[in-house]
Antibody
Framework: QVHLVESGGGVAQPGRSLRLSCAASGFSFSSYGMHWVRQAPGKGLEWVAVIWHDGSNQYLADSVKGRFTISRDNLKNTVYLQMNSLRADDTAVYYC?????????????WGQGTLVTVSS | EIVLTQSPGTLSLSPGERATLSCRASQSVSSSYVAWYQQKPGQAPRLLIYGASSRATGIPDRFSGSGSGTDFTLTISRLEPEDFAVFYCQHYGYSPGTFGRGTKVEIK
């Protein structure tokens, strides 16, 4: 059974940094692309980042490019989101999600999310 | 970038009724790359439909998807109490994928 558990959320001041982690189990982690998707309070879903199964490529949304990085450790079955220069509009629940083995961008399993609040 | 417009914003229905949700793309997309997700309050989204019309594993057959080109539809044939939620369509197959803004199906 696929299990994704996010951690690392909390309250941060504007301009500060946070690192989110997503621990995966129940599947062959190194075979799957992994995504981060966020949801601001009361709002819809916003795709944030993707990293290929082997870490060879990463793509980030324009809204976070230059501030966030995505990485993974296939030995630890964990994907990370390093968030620097945080802004108030980064406040959201951040979900990690597994990409379908068959096609890019289809998210077939999701973690429960971790809340990031950016406030002074 | 392809924009997905979902309508209506809110659908008020009673259990047992049929729900029809719309997702319109700003330009023609391959139906192979349209998905629907359900999100209940306080929970993560769950994949319902992919490839416009294929149900994900474990999804009841009262959920069905259809459409092509720019117009896609999610239909719930008979609403069960547990179906009331927010539904999002998504265009995938590339990075970044695009989500619609959601349709809330609420109990009337």
């Amino acid at each position: 059974q696929v299990h994704l558990v996010e951690s690392g959320g909390g309250v941060a001041q504007p301009g500060r940094s946070l690192r989110l982690s997503c621990a995966a189990s129940g599947f062959s982690f190194s075979s799957y692309g992994m995504h981060w998707v966020r949801q601001a309070p009361g709002k819809g879903l916003e795709w944030v980042a993707v990293i290929w199964h082997d870490g060879s490529n990463q793509y980030l949304a324009d809204s976070v490019k230059g501030r966030f990085t995505i990485s993974r450790d296939n030995l630890k079955n964990t994907v990370y989101l390093q968030m620097n220069s945080l802004r108030a509009d980064d406040t959201a629940v951040y979900y990690c999600a597994r990409e379908s083995f068959i096609v890019t961008g289809l998210l077939d399993d999701w973690g429960q999310g971790t809340l990031v609040t950016v406030s002074s | 970038e392809i924009v997905l417009t979902q309508s209506p914003g809110t659908l008020s229905l009673s259990p047992g009724e049929r729900a029809t949700l719309s997702c319109r793309a700003s330009q023609s997309v391959s139906s192979s790359y349209v998905a629907w997700y359900q999100q209940k309050p306080g929970q993560a989204p769950r994949l319902l439909i992919y490839g416009a019309s294929s149900r994900a594993t474990g999804i009841p057959d009262r959920f069905s998807g259809s459409g092509s080109g720019t117009d896609f539809t999610l239909t719930i044939s008979r609403l069960e109490p547990e179906d009331f939620a927010v539904f999002y369509c998504q265009h995938y197959g590339y990075s970044p994928g695009t989500f619609g803004r959601g349709t809330k199906v609420e109990i009337k």
